[in-house]
């Protein structure tokens, strides 16, 4: 019995031995329990993008709708609320699709046009204003989620006129959105020209006409 203790001990010691060396070079894993809170948030600096677009045949003329989503990261928001106007830019391009003898292809511009939503803030008054050219009337409110709410709608542009438009033929649109460049007083901005990498911009998005809205629109 004694034996047998003594051998246990060694076989103990051997154990402890080649598990110190081993444990040494495994390195510390991080977990995160989901089970600690009710709810776990990640903070990510997502691009702008463009969602909810909506074409209609009116007035004898094809509109767009659209929103412009997630247009100011923490950076620029900060600008903002401390009294830094921020600019958000729609630029819509209307293009007609044609194609020659040789059956290639090609598309000609109509127009291109450049949409700005201003937002300024009022520190001591605490007041949001979005001003929406060519609308003539700024639009107050003392809440910032409804202030970009505002700014970020693009409602009834104008597209194609009747006029414009030729039985047959298909039709294009390239939209973008841009937030520009940070502008600072006394023009600044060119003493912190470090401030143009917060400019955001959106993929481009195309889409075709519905020959069915081309089509109500000529009948008009």
């Given at each position: 019995m004694p034996g047998i203790t003594t051998t246990a001990k060694k076989l103990c010691v051997c154990l402890l031995i080649l598990i110190i060396p081993v444990q040494a070079f495994i390195p510390v894993v991080s977990k995160l329990h989901a089970a600690d809170k009710s709810h776990i948030e990640f903070a990510a600096d997502?691009?702008?993008?463009?969602?909810?677009f909506v074409m209609s045949s009116e007035k004898k003329q094809i509109s767009l709708s659209l929103n412009v989503?997630?247009?100011?990261?923490?950076?620029?928001?900060?600008?903002l609320l401390n009294g830094v106007s921020q600019k958000i830019t729609l630029s819509?391009?209307?293009?007609?699709?044609?194609?020659?003898?040789?059956?290639?292809?090609?598309?000609?511009?109509?127009?291109?046009?450049?949409?700005?939503?201003?937002?300024?803030?009022?520190?001591?008054k605490k007041l949001?204003?979005?001003?929406?050219?060519?609308?003539?009337?700024?639009?107050?409110?003392?809440?910032?989620?409804?202030?970009?709410k505002i700014a970020t709608q693009f409602k009834d542009i104008t597209l194609l006129n009747k006029n414009q438009l030729n039985e047959g033929q298909s039709y294009q649109v390239d939209a973008r959105t841009e937030?520009?460049?940070?502008?600072?007083?006394?023009?600044?901005?060119?003493?912190?020209?470090f401030l143009s990498a917060w400019d955001r911009k959106s993929n481009n998005y195309t889409i075709d006409i519905p020959e069915r809205l081309i089509t109500e629109t000529l009948k008009r």
């Open positions: 997502h691009p702008p993008y463009l969602e909810d989503a997630n247009p100011f990261d923490h950076e620029i928001r900060s600008l819509i391009k209307v293009k007609v699709n044609r194609i020659n003898l040789y059956l290639v292809k090609f598309n000609r511009e109509i127009s291109d046009t450049a949409y700005t939503h201003d937002i300024e803030y009022d520190n001591l949001f204003t979005v001003s929406m050219r060519p609308h003539a009337k700024p639009i107050e409110t003392t809440s910032y989620k409804e202030a970009i937030i520009r460049k940070v502008r600072l007083p006394f023009h600044l901005e060119y003493l912190f020209f």
